[in-house]
């Protein structure tokens, strides 16, 4: 069965640069969600789609922002990269009619140098 | 506010030990629960959740866990581990009628010894 597709899977950027993570649901899931889980921590809501509108958001920087594309494939896009922004970047996808249950993607690994 | 607590950061068995992770949550609205695990260097992966009905759940790899909603509480059993079974486990919770974003509890690092 299809899964969520992430990439890149692996992301090397330096202090202040900029980076776009991408996330391709699973085929006719409408609803996208962004995690970030930081070395040895739990996975942290950042930022969650329904049809191209932002349905909810966590606890993501000004510096981030992230969107929802027509054929439901979703970009987070990063600034100013943060040594502390390093961290393991997970998207999720469900369907809006069965929210319980959200599949993850393998994730992207962002290291800030 | 919402929040889960997974009481063992660390639980180290024996092969063919059985085994119980602990979780507990928080909230004053009706949750959804799971438990996902995430193998070194992947994703997550679920295991189980529990919606409604049946407080005892079955799910993959011969894991069930048990809602006790007078407890809080959703803990993962399984009666008989192996190697395999050495990975990170985290419990999660969603809220009914709310946002449908996963709040995580820290996580529980499985480490299962020959």
């Known amino acids: 069965a299809a899964g969520v597709i992430q990439s890149p899977r692996h992301l090397i950027k330096e202090k202040r640069e900029t980076a776009t993570l991408k996330c391709y649901p699973i085929?006719?899931?409408?609803?996208v969600y962004w995690y970030q889980q930081g070395p040895g921590q739990d996975p942290q809501f950042l930022i969650s789609?329904?049809?191209?509108?932002?349905?909810d958001k966590g606890s993501i920087p000004d510096r981030f922002s992230a969107q929802q594309f027509s054929d439901y494939h979703s970009e987070l896009n990063m600034s100013s990269l943060e040594l502390g922004d390093s961290a393991l970047y997970f998207c999720?996808?469900?369907?809006?009619?069965?929210?319980?249950?959200?599949?993850f993607g393998p994730g992207t690994r962002l290291t800030v140098l | 506010a919402q929040s889960v607590t997974q009481l063992d950061s660390q639980v180290p068995v024996f092969e063919e030990a059985p085994v119980e992770l602990r979780c507990n949550y928080s909230?004053?609205?009706?949750?959804?629960l799971f438990w996902y695990v995430q193998y070194p260097n992947q994703g997550l992966q679920l295991l189980l959740k529990y919606l409604s009905g049946s407080t005892l759940v079955k799910g993959i790899n011969g894991f069930e866990a048990e809602f006790n909603k007078s407890q809080t509480s959703f803990h993962l059993r399984k009666p008989s581990v192996h190697i395999s079974d050495t990975a990170e486990y985290f419990c999660a919770v969603s809220f009914q009628g709310g946002s449908e974003k996963l709040v995580f509890g820290k996580g529980t690092k499985l480490t299962v010894n020959p």
């Open positions: 789609f329904y049809e191209k509108m932002q349905s």
């Open positions: 085929p006719r899931h409408d609803t």
């Open positions: 909230s004053s609205v009706s949750v959804y």
């Open positions: 999720a996808s469900s369907l809006i009619v069965r929210t319980d249950t959200q599949y």
